[in-house]
């Protein structure tokens, strides 16, 4: 069913693209017979050669429109229709064949000339694709009379320099009348409704009657006042090429040139050949009419192309207004003084006014103090030193919407020069739910890195319960020989050594218990000034209790010179702690029970190394080792790596792993030296 349908639309195109071509034709051929009669009846005695030829006009927009691929038969087709209008009209065998060929001949010559040179533009679609028309009528006028004057040589014994240039100047009229009007109507495809008839028109139309009137026919006698209603047209001749479509332009314009080349034929125009030599005389009158009807296609390509560009202009402002108020992110444009000029309806929804109580005013009118003070100072600034402070450069800034409220948007400012004056475009984008999101998700990670220290303590109770207990057993041990000394009255002289030792074994077991509730208590990030060295050995406190009762040796190994470093305390003991628990646990079950806790001070940085001496991991597990979720544990969550390399990246440092020479893993932890250089900056 669909190709039937395409079938038959195509049918449709075509017989209607047929029909109208038909159409071009006929009525073409009917307008060569009349515009030969018309310039026939221009002759001027005794050279008895047409002043006008607008047949060659005809002949030319005809084939102009002719389709490229049926281009050569409607040549053909035209000159046997040429040669049998010619033959009714009564010419005469030679001159039918010279007039035939010659008007077919200029007709392929600037055809193909046009076609290959302007394509399928109008002649007065500007000024540019005129200067190329006016081209090609040259060179298809010159070649015509080269053509047509040798042959009337050979043919009528006529030298060829006595009408070369006559005939040169009828082409030229016939060519600058005929084809643009003609190219111009079938562009409108000849609808009456092409014509716009106004008041304007009807004003110019009485004028014309009355120029008709006055300066073509005899009512006077007075030369001078034929010669002034003549020069009366030029202004309308103007304002018609400037006013009107191309389309009345032409036409206007191929009235007035015919009504005063047949005038000046039969004599009764205001210009008078009789006192002149014919050759000069008509030299003279066809350069005037060629520059009269060059000037006015010349103001008709010119009011077309501003036309045009108007066009343009006003489509490019509303495709561009459409993206403007299609574009989720508020645009704002202001001059160089910050006066807002384009205001989108992203804009209005984002802070509330709309465009018109804003467009004029100080673009400081949308931001909260100091920033509004501040406004005016900053262009000045950049005005007289072009130091860019924000534009090219995304920002996040505060907003002031029309109710007062204040919100947090991302500002991107660009700059154009429009003429020699600076505009400025600002794209906002409103940013409270992506703070809100910001800020929710600090909290899930502070509350997993909480979870993770209460997942690594977990795995530390049982042996947090045998420190635990170590202390608090000396403590009972101490507390009942000081009971049995004082019951027996006897050593009483121990007794302030015991109860020294009983106070030692409670501050153990009390910082056992601080420690490990400073580690599990929920807390937001807090950095200040720490030791490196301290902080390394209060996290193996807590990580190695209880590698002495599994046969673990810990060395814990300071280098010298380490500075101070900026950090989160408890966040950096969390990563030291999971990575010499992991290990502790992979050394469990080694021959060789080592556990290695290194610091030392690299160019600008701090490197922390944890290194062990079990069996290292496998290849396939190094690809996913700080991935979250990945675990080699039975039992783990696999959140502890993950989360210590984003702890350290936290804090500009890295986290990386690498086996050692013992074949065990080495976990590499490197935090920066902020100098005073960095922290200024």
């Not at 038969?73 to 010659?102: M, Q």
């Not at 100047?169 to 000849?190: D, Y």
């Not at 004029?360 to 009118?365: E, H, T």
């Amino acid at each position: 069913m669909k190709t039937v349908a395409f079938t038959a639309n195509t049918v449709t195109t075509e017989t209607g693209s047929s029909l109208k071509l038909a159409v071009l034709f006929g009525g073409g051929l009917l307008l060569y017979s009349l515009s030969q009669w018309l310039a026939f009846a221009t002759r001027l005695q005794p050279e008895n050669m047409p002043i006008f030829w607008p047949p060659a006009g005809v002949m030319l927009a005809l084939l102009v429109a002719a389709p490229i691929r049926i281009f050569w038969p409607i040549v053909f087709g035209l000159a046997v229709a040429t040669l049998i209008c010619n033959h009714l009209a009564g010419r005469e065998f030679s001159l039918n064949v010279l007039l035939t060929c010659n008007d077919i001949f200029t007709g392929v010559v600037g055809a193909a000339l046009y076609k290959k040179w302007l394509g399928k533009a109008s002649p007065v679609s500007g000024t540019r694709p005129y200067g190329t028309f006016l081209v090609i009528i040259a060179l298809s006028a010159i070649l015509s009379a080269t053509f047509g004057s040798f042959i009337l040589r050979y043919q009528f014994g006529t030298a060829p320099l006595d009408v070369w240039h006559h005939w040169i100047g009828a082409m030229v009229l016939g060519l600058l009348v005929a084809t643009p009007l003609l190219i111009c109507a079938n562009e409108r495809s000849i609808v009456p409704n092409s014509f716009k008839f106004d008041a304007e028109l009807l004003i110019v139309l009485i004028l014309g009657s009355i120029w008709l009137f006055i300066a073509q026919s005899g009512a006077t006698s007075s030369q001078s006042m034929r010669l002034a209603a003549d020069i009366a047209m030029i202004p309308l001749l103007l304002w018609v090429g400037v006013r009107r479509t191309a389309l009345e332009a032409s036409s206007f314009l191929a009235i007035v040139t015919t009504i005063k080349i047949l005038a000046l034929a039969l004599d009764a125009g205001p210009v008078s050949l009789k006192s002149w030599p014919i050759p000069d005389g008509v030299s003279w009158v066809m350069a005037v009419f060629a520059v009269q009807c060059g000037a006015v296609l010349m103001l008709v390509a010119n009011h077309s192309e501003q036309g045009a560009l108007q066009l343009d202009k006003a489509e490019q402002t509303a495709r561009m207004r459409s993206i403007i108020d299609a574009a989720t992110d508020g645009i704002i444009s202001a001059d160089h003084k910050g006066k807002i000029e384009t205001f989108s309806r992203s804009a209005e929804r984002l802070f509330g006014y709309q465009a018109g109580e804003v467009i004029g005013n100080n673009v400081k009118m949308l931001m909260p103090n100091p920033y509004r003070d501040q406004h005016d100072g900053y262009l000045q600034h950049y005005a007289d030193t072009s130091e860019k402070k924000i534009i090219g450069i995304g920002r996040l800034v505060t907003g002031l919407r029309k109710d007062g409220t204040e919100f947090p948007m991302e500002l991107s400012v660009g700059e154009a020069l429009n003429g020699s004056q600076r505009v400025f475009t600002g794209f906002i984008r409103d940013v409270t739910e992506h703070k809100k999101t910001e800020q929710r998700m600090h909290d899930l990670q502070d509350e997993l890195l909480h979870v993770s220290r209460l997942s690594a303590m977990g795995e530390l109770s049982s042996a947090l319960a045998h420190e635990l207990n170590q202390p608090l057993t000396a403590i009972k041990n101490y507390a009942q020989a000081a009971g049995i000394m004082l019951k027996k009255d006897m050593g009483k002289e121990e007794l302030p050594g015991i109860l020294a030792k009983t106070v030692e074994q409670a501050g153990r077991a009390g910082d056992i218990i601080k420690r490990l509730r400073s580690f599990v208590t929920a807390r937001h990030v807090e950095r200040s000034d720490h030791t490196i060295n301290q902080l390394v050995d209060e996290a193996c406190a807590l990580a190695l209790i209880g590698a002495r009762e599994d046969g673990v040796k810990a060395r814990i190994i300071h280098g010298n010179d380490i500075p101070n470093l900026r950090v989160d305390r408890i966040q950096i003991q969390q990563v030291l702690i999971n990575l010499v628990r992991n290990a502790f646990d992979a050394v469990r079950q080694s021959p060789v029970r080592d556990v290695s806790v290194t610091s030392e001070r690299r160019a600008d940085s701090v490197l922390i190394c944890v290194s062990d001496s079990g069996p290292g991991l496998a290849p396939e597990a190094e690809a996913n080792l700080f991935k979250p979720f990945v675990t080699t544990k039975p039992g783990g969550m696999g959140i502890g790596l993950s989360l210590s390399r984003g702890i350290a990246e936290a804090h500009g440092g890295t986290l990386t792993y690498q086996r050692n020479a013992g074949g065990g893993a080495d976990f590499l932890l490197t935090l920066p030296i902020e100098t005073d250089d960095k922290t200024s900056s």
